[in-house]
């Protein structure tokens, strides 16, 4: 079956929110480690 | 005593959002591989399985916000306080998810990366509104008055969730309609269906996580200011 070619797009926003979720769990992580100390 | 529950919490909500994100992993391979490709839209339409999630999580934590936002000017409690700064913050983060990952999917499909109909504007003014309820929780140093006029604008935020939800009814807008928060049966294939909500649910286990850290975070930042404050007096 043919497709419209726009995996390209659907990769970029797969990646965009890995990374916005991932840099927030580690500010987070970061965060909590300082005012622990 | 309130450093170690405090601490406990941060421990629990750590564990919690190790588990959603391991989660959210199998989440991107259940939709990347696993669920058929839609026939007009193409693989952009995948775009839908973490776009929806984020939405969803994104509204529910300012609700929340909200809700709280009114349970604080009730009872004055300044738990209450932290627990819907907590929830705007891991809201935000969401909303960038949903900001970014949208016009993404906008842009092979409809042709343009943005365009200012009445969701797409009302879901940035909900973002900006509560960038401003960070500004100001920044900006003012007495607890009881940051609490108090944040509270305002966390209420504000809570009248803006449904109508944004609402607008794609009310208004000519580009906008999908929504597929499964709708009177009737989700109008969705059954493949499809379970990759969203296991996406909505590992969204929401997501920011549980989030929030159990962040009001951890509140507590144990408050505690500090108030050693802080008996320091130097």
Redesign the interface.
């Known amino acids: 079956m043919q497709y419209p070619d726009n995996g390209g797009y659907m990769i970029a926003a797969y990646v965009v929110a890995a990374v916005v979720v991932l840099v927030y769990a580690v500010s987070l992580f970061v965060r909590l480690r300082k005012v622990s100390r | 005593m309130m450093r170690e529950k405090a601490?406990a919490m941060?421990r629990r909500g750590?564990l919690l959002?190790a588990v959603a994100?391991l989660a959210?992993a199998g989440v991107?391979v259940r939709a990347?591989v696993f669920t058929p490709?839609e026939?007009?839209?193409?693989?952009?339409q995948?775009?839908f399985y973490?776009?929806v999630p984020?939405a969803w999580s994104g509204l529910l934590a300012f609700a929340i916000t909200g809700l709280l936002s009114l349970l604080y000017l009730w009872l004055r409690d300044r738990r209450v306080d932290i627990v819907a700064a907590a929830s705007a913050e891991?809201g935000l983060?969401f909303s960038?998810?949903m900001l970014?990952?949208g016009p993404?999917?906008a842009?092979?499909i409809w042709g343009t990366w943005w365009t200012w109909d009445a969701r797409l504007t009302s879901t940035l003014f909900i973002f900006l509104l509560f960038v401003g309820y960070q500004v100001l929780r920044g900006a003012i140093t007495d607890p009881e008055t940051r609490a108090r006029y944040s509270a305002v604008i966390g209420i504000l935020g809570l009248v803006l969730v449904p109508f944004i939800h609402m607008t794609v009814y009310l208004f000519r807008t580009l906008h999908p309609d929504p597929v499964v928060l709708k009177p009737g049966t989700p109008s969705l294939p059954g493949d499809m269906l379970v990759t969203l909500l296991s996406a909505v649910g590992v969204f929401t286990l997501?920011y549980l996580g989030?929030l159990a850290?962040?009001y951890?975070?509140g507590v144990?930042?408050d505690l500090?200011d108030e050693e802080a404050g008996r320091a130097v007096s």
């Open positions: 601490e941060a750590s959002t994100l959210l991107y990347l490709v026939r007009f839209q193409g693989p952009a995948k775009i973490v776009h984020a891991v983060a960038v998810v970014t990952t993404i999917w842009k092979p997501l989030f850290q962040r951890a975070l144990l930042r500090k």
